[in-house]
């Protein structure tokens, strides 16, 4: 007898996404994450274009981190054409790029993986036993986007942020309603991070792996860098970002999928937090600490929490942040050259994002973008099918929303993370 | 009055759209509170799919068999039928012109034609090329405040229409300065209103996100921009980008009459 | 009318006192641009020529909210705050002048008419620049329609009150104000003469009705339809074009419906579209004539003046640069270097 | 200082009125009865109209249009309208009951100049919809009939299905004091007992004194160029040719400006006009 269960989220990694998952008698024969998401080749649509039409293209590949997106962009084009942006320009980048973080993580975190762990179809329903945690993951929310909208431009797709510089820079008030509010909002994830030490963290997944991130240059925890950091120990500058990747498409997906050193890895918010751990500071550092054990390197669950440390992260930083930037000079930077090649490295909320770009003549002539999605299925796909061998063998019946949950720990773009579960029995 | 059902699905896309309805973060409960939401994959897990109803918001274009089939499927079902976000109102960066054939292109991102056999790939369309759609909503993303104002009159029944005018007149209801006049490759005059004018607010020309109004005189904008010192590339290229399917057709239909 | 004087080190702390009027706005350089702002006196600009948006949109603003309905009853809660307009030059109160005739005639617009109300309006003089044909609209000077204006001789101001509401007003401001002298009156003439010379751009409108009229047929039209974007700058620029659309828009937070009034233009696709999907005036270039022969020819014969005063908004802001002087002078057949008419005609 | 006073009336704002009666009187034209709930009101609503005027209805969410008043002023109290379901706010309308509220403002534009009519032969040439306005004046000539000299009445319609107030001018043909002609471009059905042909084949019944005759033609645009030609050839002068035009209208008080043609706003300086406005306003029609 075949069993075939078939989870179906009407929704996408990048788009649409299904876990297939082939058990015959007692053993899980194969597990396939399929990404129906239709080929959208924004590496062919980016051809001809200057930059700033590439920028705006390519922030279209993905609306939650659109921002990530335009960021590894901007830094591809800028490193092509030697563009040096200037000092308040770079920190206005860094605190857009906290906002961004801030929305992702806090509608990751509270709305798409608390209601697992606790047992509710969506975040509305948590609402009645845990008002004041979804009420604060909304402020929470709010609070990031209104950043990115006051410096990219919109909540999404904004277009402000421009190779070179800025459209127009945020003013005053707004810079200063940023940092008090971030304050304010301390409190809120703290109390978010304290429900975690309340859940049951399933260890029927676990398994080694390798992790991923940016390794920024100046020695702090951060989301830009031109190195990239593998937990084997390896440094690569961004120009190489291949020997890491090592891009492949399979049959059932329209999303490629990546290996090192021919396994799977992950990135991500627990990417970075292992591999940066000694760079936190603060109550960060004090959270990390109180929850971490050597089960973190094994289990894509602790990616849930490690995503609320940073934004906690975050929104420590962000007061200093907001003063560094009143203090520092902005000029518009424009290019030293029309032809050249550069990579852009980033972190996405979810992981590692890189764009890669040969420019020539001011013109885009080649381009190649990897995102972390694609990076993470393989180790998805990975820890699905321990998972799934380990309830069988514990005789589970109900296995779809383990599965799902570790998918969804990947946050693999939030649509992902809510579903439509089909079982499919075949004799 | 009986609440109205609800459906928000999407096709390929980004999700934009959908997460700027998520990002309605102040209306949501009421938006919950008004439409009975019978399936919003990306906000709830708690969907039903057997349900008719009264309106559906479909985000994204037509890109695979798959698509097509669920589009389908929601049209079957659905009395209002509303394409949400430029994908699905004119569809998308991904159906833009770019000068060579889409299979193309297709196999120079996935090596071969059938890399992946898992649907049927198709040349990115809006969902007017496939179905009836009753009401548009455009923008890349679509906007907090017109979606509001859309669901809020298909809540009390009426299908509301987009506005026929184009960025230019919110860009002056905002008392700026016209960036064509400074030689920028604005594309206001070609581009649907709706979005407040928020880039040449910022001092940034339109790159027509809200995708081509209707009759569009891009002949003149064209020309404009000749005069100030584009080549016919640039234009091309800048009017490629959010033009979607029919743009794409003029577009090639513009450049073969150059070259004869 | 009553005529005062304004010493130069005064000007702040009067325009300061009429703020118990209500709050001040006027003419505020951003960047490149002038746009009517809220702001003190130190802040405005007493050189600025035209704002991008003329003193229009205190009257009736770009978007507004003319009727709520909730519960089977319709409210109208439009309530302007009073304001002080300072800095208005002749041309912008020759067209407020229009467009109270214009709103008040037949039916009295109540949003205009309570917008009014509220406003104080405080003219200021102004040296010409290059697009500036007020002189030749035969709005360069002013009579009526301000409350109070200033003609800035340098060291000092000339204050003429213009209403009885500028009369009233001095009791705000009345201390700041002197008697004038003779030396003041010939100053001012020798002003006048210097400014009437200062005028570069020269266009003839008279007899336009006529030459409009009888171009009705002309191929000048349909060159400018090829080349206009029907963008609307023109327009919403124009301290005299009226036109608006009404819209319903419910509000699902307050759960109110929302009547909301905002300004339309005649370039516009849907302009004259009716139901079934006729359109009187599909082509680009019939729209444009509408445009032409209702600012030339209709208001003359309704006002016995054109609706034009010269204010050059439209000269600077067409990207194509279609506006009163190319148009006045394409139709007389003179020439012109305006970029639409270097649009070959070709059929598209 | 001073205070500002405000109007109370603001002629923006509708006035609730309650369908009394509606019935079908064509496929897709409905006659809707309507009364004034607050009957005294006279601003920005009053209950006296004169025959050719407008009035705007106005339904929550959808908007407001202009529709021409079909009753007649000399039996008050009562609106009637015939509207044909073409958009947006017309559908809308068809959705509502009899007790149902709609809002009105109005009466609007110039309407037939009643008095100048005073003493004259009328003929009267009504096409499509056309008849909705015409049928206001026909009713306040029939009930002030002794003002007028000889009255034609002239009613085309594409099929007999399509003619509306069919049953009512059958009724109206008996009369004896006034010529009523219908006419029906096609017969499908084979049962229409009357003329067939379009309408300016009716003029052949028509004898007026041609210089003491107020012409008036209401239908479709394409209908008033024939139409128009054979009061001339009649010998009717111009400035007794009376014709409603029909443009788009946001506000029917001269504001919004959408309804403009050369100096003319159709909604007050019309939806009247003579043949003489028409051949010196270019465009008009
Ligand atoms: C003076 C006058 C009298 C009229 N009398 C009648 C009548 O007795 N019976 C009848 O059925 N119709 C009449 N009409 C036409 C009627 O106004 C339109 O059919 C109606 O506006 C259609 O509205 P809608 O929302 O259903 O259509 P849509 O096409 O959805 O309307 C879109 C918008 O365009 C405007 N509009 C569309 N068509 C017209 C039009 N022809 N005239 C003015 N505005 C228009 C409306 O204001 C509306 O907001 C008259 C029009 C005028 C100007
Ligand atoms: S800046 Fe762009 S959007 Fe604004 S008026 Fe000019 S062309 Fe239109
Ligand atoms: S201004 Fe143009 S590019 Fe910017 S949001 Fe609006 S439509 Fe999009
Ligand atoms: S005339 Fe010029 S400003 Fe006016 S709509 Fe046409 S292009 Fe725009």
């Given at each position: 007898?075949?069993?075939k269960?078939?989870?179906?989220?009407?929704?996408r990694?990048?788009?649409h996404?299904?876990?297939?998952?082939?058990?015959?008698?007692?053993?899980?024969?194969?597990?396939?994450?399929?990404?129906f998401?239709?080929p959208?080749?924004?590496?062919e649509?980016?051809?001809?274009k200057?930059?700033?039409?590439?920028?705006?293209?390519?922030?279209?590949?993905?609306?939650?981190?659109?921002?990530?997106?335009?960021?590894?962009?901007?830094?591809?084009?800028?490193?092509?054409?030697?563009?040096?942006?200037?000092?308040?320009?770079?920190?206005?980048?860094?605190l857009?790029?906290?906002?961004?973080?801030?929305?992702?993580?806090?509608?990751?975190?509270y709305?798409?993986?608390?209601?697992?762990?606790?047992?509710?179809?969506?975040?509305i329903?948590?609402?009645?036993?845990?008002?004041?945690?979804?009420?604060?993951?909304?402020?929470?929310?709010?609070?990031?986007?209104?950043?990115?909208?006051?410096i990219?431009?919109r909540?999404?797709?904004?277009?402000?942020?421009?190779?070179?510089?800025?459209?127009?820079?945020?003013?005053?008030?707004?810079?200063?309603?940023?940092?008090?509010?971030?304050?304010?909002?301390?409190?809120?994830?703290?109390?978010?991070?304290?429900v975690?030490?309340?859940?049951?963290?399933p260890?029927?997944?676990?398994?080694?792996?390798?992790?991923?991130s940016?390794?920024p240059?100046?020695?702090?925890?951060g989301?830009?860098a031109?190195?990239i950091?593998?937990?084997d120990?390896?440094?690569?500058?961004?120009d190489?970002?291949?020997?890491l990747?090592?891009?492949?498409?399979?049959?059932?997906?329209?999303?490629?999928r990546?290996?090192?050193k021919?396994?799977?890895?992950?990135v991500?918010?627990?990417?970075r937090?292992?591999?940066?751990?000694?760079?936190?500071?603060g109550q960060?550092?004090?959270?990390?600490?109180?929850?971490?054990?050597?089960?973190?390197?094994k289990?894509?669950?602790y990616?849930n929490?490690?995503?609320?440390?940073?934004l906690?992260?975050?929104?420590?930083?962000?007061?200093?942040l907001?003063?560094?930037?009143?203090?520092?000079?902005?000029?518009?930077?424009?290019?030293?050259?029309?032809s050249?090649?550069?990579?852009?490295?980033v972190?996405?909320?979810?992981?590692?994002l890189?764009?890669?770009?040969?420019?020539?003549g001011?013109?885009?002539?080649?381009?190649?973008?990897v995102i972390?999605?694609?990076?993470?299925?393989?180790?998805?796909?990975?820890?699905?099918?321990?998972a799934?061998?380990?309830?069988?063998?514990?005789g589970?019946q109900?296995i779809?929303?383990?599965?799902?949950?570790?998918?969804?720990a990947?946050?693999?773009c939030?649509?992902?993370?809510?579903?439509?579960?089909?079982?499919?029995?075949?004799t | 009055?009986?609440?109205?059902?609800?459906?928000?699905?999407?096709?390929?896309?980004?999700?934009?759209?959908?997460?700027?309805?998520?990002n309605c973060?102040d209306?949501?409960?009421?938006?919950?509170d008004?439409?009975?939401?019978?399936?919003?994959?990306?906000?709830?897990?708690?969907?039903d799919e057997?349900?008719?109803?009264?309106?559906?918001?479909?985000?994204?274009s037509?890109?695979?068999?798959?698509d097509?089939?669920?589009?389908?499927?929601?049209r079957?079902?659905?009395?209002?039928?509303?394409?949400?976000?430029?994908c699905?109102?004119?569809?998308?960066?991904?159906?833009?012109?770019?000068?060579?054939?889409?299979?193309?292109?297709?196999?120079?991102v996935?090596?071969?034609?059938?890399?992946?056999?898992?649907?049927?790939?198709?040349?990115?369309?809006?969902?007017?090329?496939?179905?009836?759609v009753?009401a548009?909503?455009?923008?890349?993303?679509i906007?907090?405040?017109?979606?509001?104002?859309?669901?809020?009159?298909?809540?009390?029944?009426?299908?509301?229409?987009?506005?026929?005018?184009?960025?230019?007149?919110?860009?002056?209801?905002?008392e700026?300065?016209?960036?064509l006049?400074?030689?920028e490759?604005?594309m206001?005059?070609?581009?649907?209103?709706?979005?407040?004018?928020?880039?040449?607010?910022?001092?940034?020309?339109?790159?027509?996100c809200?995708?081509?109004?209707?009759?569009?005189?891009?002949?003149?904008?064209?020309?404009?921009?000749?005069?100030r010192?584009?080549?016919?590339?640039?234009?091309?290229?800048?009017?490629?980008?959010?033009?979607?399917?029919?743009?794409?057709?003029?577009?090639?239909?513009?450049?073969?009459?150059?070259?004869? | 009318?009553?005529?005062f004087k304004?010493?130069?080190?005064?000007?702040?702390?009067?325009l300061r006192?009429l703020e118990?009027?209500?709050?001040?706005w006027?003419?505020?350089?951003?960047?490149?641009?002038?746009?009517?702002?809220?702001?003190?006196?130190?802040?405005f600009?007493l050189?600025?020529?035209?704002?991008?948006?003329?003193?229009?949109?205190?009257?009736?603003?770009?978007?507004?909210?003319a009727?709520?309905?909730?519960?089977?009853?319709?409210?109208?809660?439009?309530?302007?705050?009073?304001?002080?307009i300072?800095g208005?030059h002749?041309c912008?109160?020759?067209?407020?002048?229009?467009?109270?005739?214009?709103?008040?005639?037949?039916?009295?617009?109540?949003?205009?008419?309570?917008?009014?109300?509220?406003?104080?309006?405080?003219?200021?003089?102004?040296?010409?620049?290059?697009?500036?044909?007020?002189?030749?609209?035969?709005?360069?000077?002013?009579?009526?329609?301000?409350?109070?204006?200033?003609t800035?001789?340098g060291?000092?101001?000339?204050?003429?009150?213009g209403?009885?509401?500028?009369?009233?007003?001095l009791?705000?401001v009345?201390?700041?104000?002197?008697?004038?002298e003779?030396?003041d009156?010939?100053?001012?003439?020798?002003?006048?003469?210097?400014?009437?010379?200062?005028?570069?751009?020269?266009?003839d409108?008279?007899?336009m009705?006529?030459?409009?009229?009888?171009?009705?047929?002309?191929p000048?039209?349909?060159?400018?339809?090829?080349?206009?974007?029907?963008?609307?700058?023109?327009?919403?620029?124009?301290?005299?074009?009226?036109?608006?659309?009404?819209?319903?828009?419910?509000?699902?937070?307050?759960a109110?419906?929302?009547?909301?009034?905002?300004?339309?233009?005649?370039?516009?696709?849907?302009y004259?579209?009716?139901?079934?999907?006729?359109?009187?005036r599909e082509?680009?270039?019939?729209r444009?004539?509408?445009?032409?022969?209702?600012?030339?020819?209709?208001?003359?014969?309704?006002?016995?003046?054109?609706?034009?005063?010269?204010?050059?908004r439209?000269?600077?802001?067409?990207?194509v640069?279609i506006?009163v002087?190319?148009?006045?002078?394409a139709?007389?057949?003179?020439?012109?270097?305006?970029?639409?008419?270097?649009?070959?005609?070709?059929?598209? | 200082?001073?205070?500002?006073?405000?109007?109370?009336?603001?002629?923006?704002?509708?006035?609730?009125?309650?369908?009394?009666r509606?019935?079908?009187?064509?496929?897709?034209?409905?006659?809707f009865q309507?009364?004034?709930?607050?009957?005294?009101?006279?601003?920005?609503?009053?209950?006296?109209?004169?025959?050719?005027q407008?009035?705007?209805?106005?339904?929550?969410?959808?908007g407001?249009?202009?529709?021409?008043?079909?009753?007649?002023p000399?039996?008050?109290?009562?609106?009637?309208?015939c509207?044909?379901?073409?958009?947006?706010?017309?559908?809308?309308?068809?959705?509502?009951?009899?007790?149902d509220?709609?809002?009105?403002r109005?009466?609007?534009?110039?309407?037939?100049?009643?008095?100048?009519?005073?003493g004259?032969?009328?003929?009267?040439?009504?096409?499509?919809?056309?008849a909705?306005p015409?049928?206001?004046?026909?009713?306040?000539?029939?009930?002030?009939?002794?003002?007028?000299?000889?009255?034609?009445?002239?009613?085309?319609a594409?099929?007999?299905?399509d003619?509306?107030?069919?049953?009512?001018f059958?009724?109206?043909?008996?009369?004896?004091?006034?010529?009523c002609y219908?006419t029906?471009d096609?017969?499908?059905?084979?049962?229409?007992?009357?003329?067939?042909?379009?309408?300016?084949?009716?003029?052949?019944?028509?004898?007026?004194?041609?210089?003491?005759t107020a012409?008036?033609?209401?239908?479709?645009?394409v209908?008033?160029?024939?139409?128009?030609?054979?009061f001339?050839?009649?010998?009717?002068?111009?400035?007794n040719?009376?014709m409603t035009?029909?443009?788009?209208?946001?506000?029917?008080?001269?504001?919004?400006?959408?309804?403009?043609?050369?100096?003319?706003?159709?909604?007050?300086?019309?939806?009247?006009?003579t043949?003489?406005?028409?051949?010196?306003?270019?465009?008009?029609?």
């Amino acid at each position: 007898m075949e069993r075939k269960v078939f989870i179906e989220p009407v929704a996408r990694v990048e788009g649409h996404g299904g876990i297939e998952v082939f058990v015959e008698g007692n053993k899980v024969k194969e597990v396939k994450v399929d990404i129906f998401e239709g080929p959208r080749l924004m590496e062919e649509l980016v051809k001809g274009k200057y930059p700033e039409e590439a920028v705006s293209i390519t922030s279209r590949i993905c609306a939650i981190c659109f921002l990530s997106h335009r960021l590894s962009d901007i830094r591809a084009h800028e490193r092509a054409l030697w563009v040096e942006p200037s000092e308040k320009t770079k920190l206005l980048r860094k605190l857009a790029h906290y906002g961004e973080m801030i929305e992702s993580h806090s509608l990751h975190y509270y709305l798409l993986a608390l209601p697992d762990y606790l047992g509710y179809p969506d975040a509305i329903s948590m609402m009645k036993a845990f008002p004041r945690e979804v009420k604060g993951a909304l402020e929470l929310k709010k609070y990031g986007n209104r950043v990115m909208e006051i410096i990219a431009g919109r909540r999404v797709h904004g277009e402000n942020m421009k190779v070179g510089g800025f459209g127009s820079l945020p003013g005053e008030e707004d810079l200063h309603w940023i940092a008090e509010m971030a304050r304010n909002l301390i409190p809120e994830i703290e109390r978010g991070l304290a429900v975690w030490g309340k859940l049951d963290i399933p260890d029927y997944m676990e398994a080694d792996t390798t992790f991923a991130s940016v390794w920024p240059e100046d020695g702090e925890f951060g989301f830009t860098a031109d190195t990239i950091k593998i937990s084997d120990g390896t440094e690569l500058p961004a120009d190489e970002y291949k020997a890491l990747t090592n891009e492949y498409v399979v049959p059932h997906s329209f999303a490629k999928r990546c290996r090192y050193k021919g396994k799977p890895y992950t990135v991500g918010a627990l990417a970075r937090v292992l591999l940066m751990s000694e760079r936190l500071d603060g109550q960060a550092k004090k959270w990390f600490k109180k929850y971490y054990n050597q089960r973190w390197w094994k289990n894509p669950h602790y990616n849930n929490v490690a995503q609320a440390i940073e934004l906690l992260f975050c929104l420590e930083k962000i007061p200093a942040l907001v003063e560094a930037i009143k203090k520092a000079d902005y000029y518009e930077a424009s290019p030293s050259r029309d032809s050249g090649s550069g990579t852009g490295i980033v972190e996405a909320p979810r992981g590692l994002l890189i764009h890669h770009y040969e420019i020539e003549g001011g013109r885009v002539k080649e381009a190649d973008f990897v995102i972390p999605t694609t990076q993470n299925l393989d180790d998805i796909e990975k820890y699905i099918r321990i998972a799934a061998q380990n309830l069988l063998d514990k005789g589970e019946q109900e296995i779809e929303l383990p599965l799902e949950m570790i998918m969804r720990a990947y946050d693999p773009c939030i649509s992902c993370s809510v579903h439509m579960v089909r079982v499919v029995r075949r004799t | 009055m009986k609440k109205p059902k609800i459906g928000i699905y999407g096709l390929t896309g980004c999700a934009g759209d959908q997460l700027n309805i998520l990002n309605c973060e102040d209306e949501l409960l009421k938006l919950f509170d008004i439409f009975e939401i019978k399936s919003f994959v990306m906000a709830s897990s708690a969907a039903d799919e057997e349900a008719s109803l009264d309106v559906a918001f479909v985000e994204g274009s037509v890109s695979t068999e798959k698509d097509l089939e669920d589009l389908k499927e929601i049209r079957k079902k659905s009395k209002i039928l509303v394409a949400m976000g430029h994908c699905a109102v004119f569809g998308g960066v991904q159906s833009m012109f770019v000068g060579e054939d889409w299979d193309k292109m297709y196999r120079k991102v996935y090596g071969k034609k059938r890399a992946v056999t898992l649907t049927k790939p198709l040349p990115p369309k809006p969902l007017a090329a496939y179905v009836k759609v009753d009401a548009v909503l455009p923008g890349c993303p679509i906007e907090k405040e017109p979606f509001l104002k859309l669901a809020g009159l298909l809540a009390k029944g009426v299908i509301p229409r987009h506005p026929d005018f184009p960025v230019c007149a919110e860009c002056k209801w905002k008392e700026n300065e016209c960036l064509l006049l400074r030689g920028e490759m604005c594309m206001g005059p070609l581009t649907n209103s709706g979005c407040g004018a928020i880039c040449p607010s910022l001092g940034i020309p339109c790159i027509g996100c809200w995708g081509p109004i209707e009759k569009e005189n891009w002949e003149a904008e064209a020309f404009l921009l000749r005069e100030r010192g584009f080549s016919v590339e640039d234009i091309v290229n800048r009017f490629a980008i959010f033009g979607g399917m029919e743009r794409a057709d003029k577009l090639r239909k513009f450049l073969e009459a150059k070259e004869e | 009318m009553r005529l005062f004087k304004l010493k130069r080190n005064n000007l702040f702390p009067f325009l300061r006192g009429l703020e118990g009027f209500g709050e001040l706005w006027g003419p505020v350089r951003k960047g490149r641009k002038v746009v009517y702002a809220r702001a003190k006196p130190e802040e405005f600009d007493l050189e600025a020529l035209r704002t991008i948006i003329p003193a229009k949109k205190f009257f009736l603003p770009p978007r507004f909210t003319a009727l709520k309905f909730r519960d089977n009853t319709w409210e109208d809660d439009y309530r302007p705050r009073r304001k002080v307009i300072f800095g208005l030059h002749p041309c912008e109160i020759h067209a407020l002048n229009i467009y109270h005739r214009f709103y008040t005639r037949l039916f009295t617009d109540p949003y205009y008419e309570r917008s009014k109300e509220a406003t104080l309006i405080v003219g200021l003089s102004c040296v010409p620049d290059d697009h500036c044909f007020c002189y030749a609209t035969g709005t360069s000077t002013v009579n009526e329609g301000f409350d109070l204006f200033l003609t800035d001789l340098g060291d000092r101001l000339l204050v003429w009150v213009g209403s009885p509401r500028g009369e009233e007003s001095l009791k705000l401001v009345g201390k700041f104000l002197e008697d004038v002298e003779q030396k003041d009156i010939s100053d001012y003439v020798a002003w006048r003469k210097r400014r009437d010379a200062a005028f570069k751009l020269k266009v003839d409108l008279d007899g336009m009705p006529e030459i409009v009229s009888f171009s009705y047929d002309s191929p000048v039209w349909e060159k400018m339809g090829r080349a206009c974007l029907s963008c609307g700058t023109c327009t919403m620029v124009c301290p005299t074009c009226t036109c608006f659309d009404l819209e319903d828009e419910y509000d699902l937070k307050r759960a109110e419906m929302h009547r909301e009034r905002f300004w339309y233009s005649c370039v516009f696709r849907e302009y004259s579209m009716v139901a079934g999907g006729h359109n009187f005036r599909e082509a680009r270039s019939e729209r444009l004539k509408l445009w032409y022969t209702h600012k030339l020819v209709g208001f003359m014969s309704e006002y016995g003046a054109p609706a034009c005063v010269g204010c050059g908004r439209c000269v600077v802001s067409c990207p194509v640069g279609i506006n009163v002087i190319s148009v006045v002078r394409a139709l007389r057949q003179e020439r012109t270097t305006a970029l639409w008419t270097k649009m070959e005609v070709k059929d598209a | 200082m001073h205070e500002i006073l405000y109007h109370q009336d603001n002629p923006y704002m509708p006035e609730r009125a309650r369908i009394v009666r509606k019935y079908d009187l064509t496929g897709d034209v409905r006659f809707f009865q309507v009364r004034l709930c607050n009957p005294d009101k006279v601003f920005p609503v009053t209950s006296s109209y004169s025959p050719g005027q407008f009035m705007m209805i106005s339904l929550p969410y959808v908007g407001e249009a202009p529709f021409s008043i079909t009753s007649t002023p000399s039996r008050p109290g009562l609106f009637e309208f015939c509207i044909r379901k073409v958009g947006r706010l017309t559908s809308r309308l068809f959705q509502l009951e009899e007790n149902d509220f709609l809002w009105l403002r109005g009466p609007f534009g110039n309407g037939f100049p009643v008095e100048k009519m005073i003493g004259k032969d009328l003929l009267f040439v009504a096409g499509g919809l056309g008849a909705a306005p015409l049928r206001s004046l026909l009713l306040y000539a029939l009930d002030n009939r002794d003002l007028f000299g000889k009255l034609f009445y002239l009613h085309g319609a594409r099929t007999p299905r399509d003619m509306l107030f069919r049953e009512e001018f059958f009724q109206l043909k008996q009369r004896k004091d006034f010529r009523c002609y219908l006419t029906v471009d096609e017969d499908p059905e084979g049962d229409w007992p009357f003329d067939k042909g379009v309408v300016t084949s009716l003029f052949k019944y028509v004898k007026v004194n041609p210089r003491n005759t107020a012409a008036v033609v209401c239908g479709p645009p394409v209908m008033y160029k024939y139409v128009v030609q054979e009061f001339i050839k009649l010998g009717i002068p111009d400035a007794n040719i009376y014709m409603t035009l029909e443009r788009k209208m946001k506000c029917g008080m001269g504001k919004c400006g959408q309804c403009v043609v050369g100096h003319k706003y159709v909604c007050v300086d019309g939806p009247v006009f003579t043949l003489w406005d028409v051949k010196n306003v270019k465009g008009l029609i």
